[in-house]
Nanobody, 123 residues
Framework: QVQLVESGGGSVQAGGSLTLSCAVS????????MGWFRQAPGKEREFVAA??????TTYYGDSAKGRFTISRDNAKNTLQMNNLKPGDTAVYYC??????????????????WGRGTQVTVSS
């Protein structure tokens, strides 16, 4: 059974940095695009970033452009978040779907989801 497990969340002051990781366990994961969504209290889930199966293509949501960087090493991906703002406070979820970033962003459904990790940014 495939599981996605996020780590690296925590509390940080505005302007600080955090690195989130998503590790995959299970033999059936294959080659999939991976990425991150976030959800703040009372708000809809928001796309953050995606990376294709080979790590050669990335795609970012508007809130992440210029501040966040997604990368991967095989089935583990990392989201480096810099210059964090209070508006970045949310639960961050790792997901996997398809092979390309287009596949990932273009489908509401995802093959796999993690349980989420809390990121809190204080002013």
């Amino acid at each position: 059974q495939v599981q996605l497990v996020e780590s690296g969340g925590g509390s940080v002051q505005a302007g600080g940095s955090l690195t989130l990781s998503c590790a995959v366990s299970g033999p059936a994961f294959g080659s999939r695009a991976m990425g991150w969504f976030r959800q703040a209290p009372g708000k809809e889930r928001e796309f953050v970033a995606a990376i294709n199966w080979s790590g050669t293509t990335t795609y970012y949501g508007d809130s992440a452009k210029g501040r966040f960087t997604i990368s991967r090493d095989n089935a583990k991906n990392t989201l480096q978040m810099n210059n964090l703002k209070p508006g970045d406070t949310a639960v961050y979820y790792c997901a996997a779907h398809g092979m390309s970033t287009t596949d990932f962003v273009g489908s509401v459904q995802k093959d796999y989801w993690g349980r989420g990790t809390q990121v809190t940014v204080s002013s």
